[in-house]
């Protein structure tokens, strides 16, 4: 019945196609190609929360927006803090769900009323915590790399390395210490310890350098 109400919802909107369903997400992944841009993801599955399975799935790259009914402040959080784009209660609506997963898919911020709810509560500590992974990308990237570089050198897709940059700034905004400009983000960052002033320095591209010189003609 979920499922059913979820695909009828998102079928009312034009921009949007669900291209699969299923009670396994990996099942689900292999059996579309390309893979979807958005995932909605029950954050119960058989019978467990599954932060575990928004944590694999975000590393990879994917765009997970968590739909549960489960909306403790902690747990909404907690989803977040995996790696999750958004967070979607089941009782917020058709009007909601469409706008979190449009949002998602073009990697805009969009936050329900619930989630809303769980940021201004929250009262953690004002330093975000960031993931390995995110913090390679930030220190890469500031290094005057291009996101493509920093993709390359990471051996990942662009796309995660925007989802890293992106996820460092939520989390600063979350924390009421918002990082618009990279400059910001930057100036955040080494406040916090989280890159050091002298990791900072001017990536320079030898491609150019290996190329031959071209021969003027005599």
Request: hydrophobic share 40%; glycine share 6%; proline share 6%.
């Amino acid at each position: 019945m979920v499922v059913e109400g979820v695909r009828s919802w998102l079928a009312t909107e034009p921009r949007l196609a669900v291209v699969a369903t299923g009670e396994d997400p990996d099942t689900v992944l292999t059996s579309v190609d390309p893979p979807p841009d958005v995932i909605l993801l029950d954050l119960r599955l058989r019978g467990r929360m599954a932060l575990d399975k928004v944590a694999e799935l975000s590393a990879a790259g994917r765009r997970v927006v968590v739909y549960s009914e489960h909306t403790e402040p902690e747990t909404m959080l907690a989803a977040l803090d995996a790696g999750a784009v958004a967070f979607l209660a089941k009782h917020e609506g058709r009007e909601h769900c469409v706008e979190t997963v449009l949002a998602a898919a073009s990697d805009r911020g969009y936050v329900p009323p619930t989630l809303a709810g769980a940021f201004v509560g929250d009262r953690r500590s004002d330093r975000p915590v960031l993931s390995d992974q995110e913090r390679e990308a930030l220190l890469l990237w500031f290094q005057s790399m291009s996101k493509a570089s920093v993709a390359r050198r990471m051996r990942i897709s662009e796309h995660t390395v925007k989802q890293y940059v992106d996820r460092a700034r939520i989390k600063y905004a979350r924390a009421g210490r918002p990082a618009a400009t990279k400059a910001a983000l930057l100036a955040r960052a080494i406040e916090d310890g989280l890159v050091r002033a002298e990791e900072i320095g001017n990536y320079r591209s030898h491609a150019a350098s290996e190329r031959p010189t071209p021969q003027r003609p005599s």
